[in-house]
């Protein structure tokens, strides 16, 4: 089992920038392939980004390409999404997950980033 906790959420003005963190704990972090997915109120989860268990292999949705930026840290088991200008529309709450084949089998408990206009 691999647990995941988010932090680093809140409210920010647009343009503002708030940078998430995703502590995980239990199974051998580094051998995971990890990823950020967000949910608005009456939508689905949707991916944002991910990155390989070596972190030199990173994939962006065209929606935050440019704006935000995955990253881990395998000596401290976390994983970053740093998000720059951010939008209205960028409300919502940010789930940290992980797995090893091409699904993710584990997911945190999400925080909250609501973005103001």
């Known amino acids: 089992q691999v647990q995941l906790v988010e932090s680093g959420g809140g409210l920010v003005q647009a343009g503002g920038s708030l940078r998430l963190s995703c502590e995980a704990s239990g199974r051998t972090f580094n051998n995971y392939r990890m990823a950020w997915f967000r949910q608005a109120p009456g939508k689905q989860r949707g991916f944002l980004a991910s990155?390989?268990?070596?972190?030199?292999?990173?994939s962006y949705a065209d929606s935050v390409k440019g704006r935000f930026t995955i990253s881990r840290d395998n000596a401290k088991n976390t994983v970053f999404l740093q998000m720059n200008s951010l939008k209205p529309e960028d409300t919502a709450v940010y789930y940290c997950t992980a797995g090893l084949g091409l699904n993710f089998d584990y997911w945190g408990q999400g925080t909250q980033v609501t973005v103001s206009s």
């Open positions: 990155t390989t268990w070596s972190g030199r292999i990173t």
